[in-house]
């Protein structure tokens, strides 16, 4: 479900709701070699955010919520494959400007803040905070065909101190 509640001609507040369940690939590296059946998980998201327009400047700013909730798999032997540890919440705030260069270009910057929360974190704490921020160009080729190029820096610390925090840009 979702929603957009328009103030004014070129600002706006929005919302979507989500929830579903799939099934991990075999082919995924984290999905347990030994399962008998692929393994099923549930997902749910939430956003929030808003645009504001004022001449050339474009604002939006969001925040998401996602989860992923993972069910224990079975072996050949009915023995259960633990698959909790796999449980995360991910919390982003985002911000970002672009100024219109052209009606069909324009150039921006964006931060973007994470938390990673895993629910059992059984014998590794995997938990992490982190950033990337960005300055990109977005362009119009046509009306079927739009990109963006960007580039930037991120870091994730984890608060597990055996984890070397990641870096780079």
Request: hydrophobic share 35%; aromatic share 10%; glycine share 10%.
């Amino acid at each position: 479900v979702s929603g957009r509640l328009d103030i004014g001609r070129a600002s706006n507040l929005n919302f979507s709701l989500s929830a579903g369940r799939g099934y991990e690939p075999r082919s995924n590296p984290t999905s347990p070699r030994a399962a008998v059946e692929p393994i099923a998980y549930d997902s749910r998201l939430a956003h929030i955010g808003g645009v504001a327009e004022f001449n050339r400047f474009r604002f939006t700013a969001g925040i998401d919520r996602t989860s992923f909730d993972f069910d224990n798999g079975v072996d050949a032997l009915n023995a259960v494959i633990d698959q909790q540890q796999r449980d995360f919440t991910k919390t982003e705030l985002s911000v970002r400007g672009d100024y219109a260069v052209s009606p069909a270009t324009a150039v921006y910057a964006v931060y973007r803040r994470n938390a990673r929360d895993y629910d059992h974190n059984g014998p590794v704490d995997r938990n992490s905070d982190g950033y990337d921020a960005a300055v990109g160009v977005s362009v119009e080729l046509s009306s079927a065909v739009t990109g963006e190029v960007e580039l930037g820096h991120l870091k994730q610390t984890y608060d597990n101190p055996a984890f070397v925090p990641t870096e780079g840009g």
